[in-house]
């Protein structure tokens, strides 16, 4: 999968080269190319911002200078593009999933107070928030949904992996509690049933964990079903 990132701080990156995405880049599986806008600028001061129309605080992104960078971009035309913004829809995981389907996405950074809105309504496609709060800049949702995106690309993690953790289940649940070595730490034990070898008691234990998980701390995602069902497991 190929991201494009329209960016004014490409330095800011850096880190997503690292980890599960630095290994699936090695791979061959993620593919990055970060476009520095300020590459575009016509000043020779490198300048990509002016002041807003109408008066007003901050400084707005020039129009051109987004669109050139666009430009520069192979077969930009074939390729959704992504503003990253506190206006758009918030990112879960069932659009991560969704976005999987595309082989390219082309994601555009915003900085200071936003980007010109003639060049947004002729490149972009779709606006994703990463919450309903505002950041300084684009980067780091860019960054974010470049990793939650990754997760699903085949071959970058395990499939089981995805499909049990919280948000990806079928009954979008929390996932459960996880344990390892040692087995006793600070005279806390790892749940006897983990260590039964009885796979299908474990199975159960984990599903009931992760109702109680939900429960506790996300029960706004519950059925009516499903809270009936734990405020029962918990006055056992």
């Known amino acids: 999968m190929n991201f494009d990132v329209l960016t004014l701080f490409p330095e800011m990156f850096d880190s997503i080269y ?15 190319n970060l476009v520095n806008i300020r ?30 960078a666009y430009k520069s971009i ?7 593009v992504i503003y990253l913004s506190p206006k758009g829809k918030v990112l879960d995981q069932n659009k991560a999933k969704e976005l ?6 082309i994601l555009l950074c915003g900085h200071y107070e936003g980007i010109d809105e003639r060049v947004l309504n002729t490149i972009v496609d779709e606006e994703i ?33 995805t499909n049990e953790e919280s948000f990806s289940n079928s009954d979008s649940l929390l996932e459960y509690p996880q344990y390892t070595r040692p087995a006793v730490f600070k005279g806390i034990k790892v749940p006897e049933i983990l260590t039964s070898g009885n796979h299908q008691e474990i199975a159960k234990w984990r599903q009931e964990q992760a109702l109680m ?24």
Do not use: C, W
């Not at 077969?75 to 959704?80: A, F, G, M, T, V």
């Not at 506790?216 to 069902?229: A, D, N, V």
């Open 18 to 32: 690292q980890s599960i995405v630095g290994k699936a880049i090695e791979k061959g599986l993620i593919h990055i």
């Open 100 to 105: 999987t389907k595309e082989n390219d996405l």
């Open 129 to 161: 928030s990463i919450g309903n709060y505002v950041l300084t800049g684009g980067e780091l949702p860019a960054m974010v949904l470049i990793d939650t995106v990754s997760r699903y690309v085949e071959g970058v993690i395990n499939e089981e992996s």
């Open 39 to 68: 590459d575009f600028s016509k000043d020779k001061h490198k300048h990509v911002d002016d002041t807003p129309y109408g008066g007003g605080a901050g400084m707005v992104i020039m129009p051109d200078v987004v669109y050139d």
């Open 74 to 80: 192979k077969n930009h035309k074939n390729k959704k």
């Open 213 to 236: 998980e939900t429960y506790k701390k996300r029960p706004e995602l519950l059925s009516k079903e499903q809270l009936e069902k734990a405020k029962e497991l918990s006055s056992i």
